[in-house]
Each structure stands twice: as C-alpha cells, then as structure tokens.
C-alpha cells in the first residue's frame, strides 16, 4: 500500500511539473517585426506589445489581438454612383490602409473593414454627385484626393491611416459607351483628315519650292552657258582677225621684200608702182569697199593705162 502511494505522489508531482512548464511556456511570447500584440487582464485592456520578449501573467492575462502594423490593401467591389448630369455608373475602388494605434484598432470599431468599405462608398457617391460625367472621367486625381483626405480624417479615430486611395475602374452605361466609341473614332477621323491636309500641304510647298529652286539652278546654268558661249565666240573673232592680221602682215612683208628686191635689181620706178599696186589689189583681196590710194601711185598709173591704148591702136 506505501509503495503505490509513494509511486501516486510521483506520477502527481510529475504532472504537476509538467503543468507548470506548460503554464510557463504559454506566458512566454516573442512579438515578430511589424506586428503588436493587444494585451488585456481580467477583461480589461492592459498594454500593447511590440516587438521583442515579453511575459503575461497566467490565467490572468490574455492576448486580446494579435495585429498586423504593416501597410495593407483591400480592393472593394464598384459601387454604383450617380453624376451631377444623372448618369449612374459603377466605380471600382481600392483603398491603402496602416494600422498605427493598435489599442484603437481593437477598440475603435467591430469590424474595421466593413466601416471603411461603407465610408469609402458614401464618400465617393458625395464627391460624384458633385461632378459631371466627363469630369468624373478626367479628375481621377483629383476624386483620389479628396477621398483620401476624407477617409483619413474619418478612420483617425479607428487607429488607421489612410495612405491612398485609388479609382480602380470607372464603368459607364453600355449607352454611354457605345457613344463615347463613336466620339473617340469621329475624333479620330478628323485628327487624321487634319494630318493628311497637313502633309499634303507640306508636300505641295516642298515641290513648289523644289520647282522653283530647280528654275533658279537652271537659269544661272543658261546664263553661264551663253556667257561662256560669248566669251567663245569672243575668243573666236580674236583669233580669226589676229590671224588674218598676221596674213596681211605676212603679205605685206613678202610684197616689201619683193620691191625691196626690185630694187636692188635695178628695177625702174614704173615697175616698182606697178608692184605697189598689185600689192593694194592683194591687201583689197576683195573685200574692201574702199581703198586710198597715194596721188603719186594714181599719176603713174594713168601713165601705164595711156601707153597700153597707144600699143592697142598700133595693133
């Protein structure tokens, strides 16, 4: 009988041992990075953990909610809206969140999610009703904006930051749509009717100018052709009376030499007029219309015809 009481104890003082390690371990607890831990004793909030070490009182203290402090996204189904002109058109939106104050955030509001879903709709259907529908089209930056703002000023007392706030989708009526479409290609055709005009035109001055600058080049080119032309024949006349200069001088030089040699033959003077004239008729070669001729070489020379009719009546 004292040996089974003796091994009970020891089976109990086990358990009891093991209980408390148990109870030990579970107050025991390592808070990771970006996370907090909300603390609360009997029902009440306690404190907030951060990261590091830390140990709870057992039985008494508990972990209320392990929170996540990183940045977070939530995407939110589109929301119907209606415009200032009263078209109704769904919007997608997308919400960046962080957790700053997780004591708020445990307490603040029960379910932190739905509370921004449905502040996020109600704030974009004020901002739309405020804005036609091309504005709400082209003032996605502006609408992120203002939601942003609003969502921050709402959820502070939440423990939550709003960082930003984006317009996922921006879906219109199928009516709106297929006109939009329409719009898009009218606008289309004509900025491409404008560019076509605009490059014809283009083209038109550009061969224009090409046209007239080809006239200028030939122009200058006819005007250098008949001035070397000019110069050519200019050149040619030159010549062609330098050379017959030289054939006259040529002539006269053989004629002077010739009398020259008359006269040093002992040749009589009516010879030496008869050699003059024959050099006036060579110099005349029949082109000349006019021709002066010394009074001497004429006196003479109606001596010569006066002695050739006496020879001819003699005959």
Not at 273 to 290: N, R, V
Request: aromatic content about 4%.
């Amino acid at each position: 009988m004292g040996s089974f009481v003796s091994v009970f104890l020891g089976l109990f003082w086990i358990i009891v041992v093991i209980v408390l390690l148990v109870i030990l371990t579970s107050c025991i607890r390592i808070v990771k990075q970006a996370q907090a831990l909300v603390i609360e004793r009997l029902g009440a909030y306690q404190t907030t953990w951060g990261t590091g070490l830390h140990f709870k009182m057992p039985v008494i203290d508990r972990v209320a909610r392990k929170v996540d402090l990183k940045e977070q996204v939530v995407d939110f189904a589109p929301q119907p809206v209606i415009t200032k002109d009263n078209v109704t058109m769904r919007i997608d939106t997308v919400v960046f969140y962080q957790i700053t104050d997780p004591k708020m955030f445990c307490y603040g509001v029960a379910n932190p999610i739905m509370a921004i879903e449905n502040l996020t709709a109600t704030t974009l259907r004020n901002i739309i009703g405020d804005l036609e529908l091309d504005q709400t089209l082209t003032s996605r930056e502006t609408i992120n904006t203002k939601m942003r703002a609003s969502l921050d000023v709402a959820t502070d007392p939440w423990g939550i930051k709003v960082n930003r706030v984006e317009l996922k989708n921006i879906i219109p009526p199928a009516a709106i749509q297929d006109a939009m479409e329409k719009q898009m290609k009218a606008e289309r055709e004509r900025r491409e009717a404008i560019l076509r005009a605009e490059g014809e035109k283009k083209s038109t001055i550009l061969v224009a100018e090409g046209n007239k600058e080809s006239a200028i080049l030939d122009a200058e080119a006819e005007k250098q052709a008949a001035i070397l032309r000019a110069e050519a024949q200019k050149e040619a006349m030159i010549r062609q009376a330098e050379g017959e200069a030289e054939a006259i001088l040529k002539v006269q030089q053989a004629n002077a030499d010739g009398i020259r040699f008359l006269k040093e033959a002992g040749a009589d003077e009516a010879v030496l007029t008869m050699k003059s004239l024959e050099a006036f008729e060579k110099a005349a070669d029949g082109k000349a219309t006019k021709i002066i001729i010394p009074s001497e070489i004429q006196s003479i020379a109606g001596l010569v015809k006066s002695v050739v009719e006496v020879g001819e009546k003699e005959e």
